[in-house]
């Protein structure tokens, strides 16, 4: 079967409250950062995306912050809703162009 | 809508039995990738075609193959899969490889019996 992978750290937020998923990546010359959302048994879905000549980047609810200086980078979600429950990835586009998946946190909203 | 299709969403298949996942894209993309993802687990990359020039990472195992006989479709091949190979496995897409955002099928989800 398949092989046990370790628990995902879980973000814990009451529904209504701002959410702060935090990542660190590894490699300075990463020039472009994704986050993505994957709900249970779908495919990672697209949420935005930050270049490494900005620092910070707002969508519909979303925010996420970039600091190079300590390669850092953070999801910010607005007002949190149920529909926000997920596992959420940061990915890193580094010199190779291929993207390196972080950990995975899970965000799991209280009603 | 323009997406990324994989078939079929759920496939069982016998220890030793080749098996065959397919992927799909209207996005027109250049660049098709296949990851394996285990459970609580990053997305881990297999390959990836660039239109047709085929790229193995590494450590992905010969046991895995893949086709893409055009720019529509991709095709994950396991030869014979081994109960360590029941993962999910998804399919993605770029316009191109160099910082572009990569979109994700919904998956098709593996079981070796």
């Known amino acids: 079967g398949e092989s046990v992978g370790l628990h995902l750290p879980t973000l814990s937020v009451q529904e209504g409250d701002n959410s702060i998923i935090n990542c660190a990546y590894s490699?300075?010359?990463?020039?472009?950062f994704i986050w993505y959302k994957q709900e249970s048994g779908k495919g990672p879905q697209f949420i935005i995306d930050i270049r490494s000549n900005m620092d910070k980047r707002q969508g519909q609810r979303v925010t996420v912050l970039l600091n190079k200086t300590v390669k850092h980078l953070s999801l910010q979600i607005a007002a949190t809703q149920p529909g926000d429950s997920a596992v959420y990835f940061c990915a890193e586009n580094g010199a190779n162009s291929k993207l390196t998946f972080g950990k995975g946190i899970t965000l799991s909203v209280r009603p | 809508d323009a997406m990324v299709i994989q078939n079929p969403r759920y496939q069982v298949t016998q220890f030793g039995k080749p098996v065959t996942l397919s992927c799909s894209q209207t996005?027109?993309?250049?660049?098709m990738y296949w990851y394996q993802q285990k459970s609580s687990q990053a997305p881990k990359l297999l390959f990836h075609y660039y239109d047709k020039d085929f790229n193995n990472e590494a450590d992905t195992p010969d046991n895995f193959q893949s086709r893409r006989p055009n720019t529509s479709f991709c095709f994950l091949d396991i030869r014979s899969p081994g109960l360590g190979d029941a993962a999910m496995y998804l399919c993605?897409?770029?316009?191109?490889?160099?910082?572009?955002?990569?979109?994700f099928g919904p998956g098709t989800r593996l079981t070796v019996l």
């Open positions: 996005l027109n993309h250049n660049v």
């Open positions: 993605a897409t770029s316009r191109d490889r160099s910082g572009d955002t990569q979109y």
């Open positions: 490699n300075s010359a990463s020039d472009y």
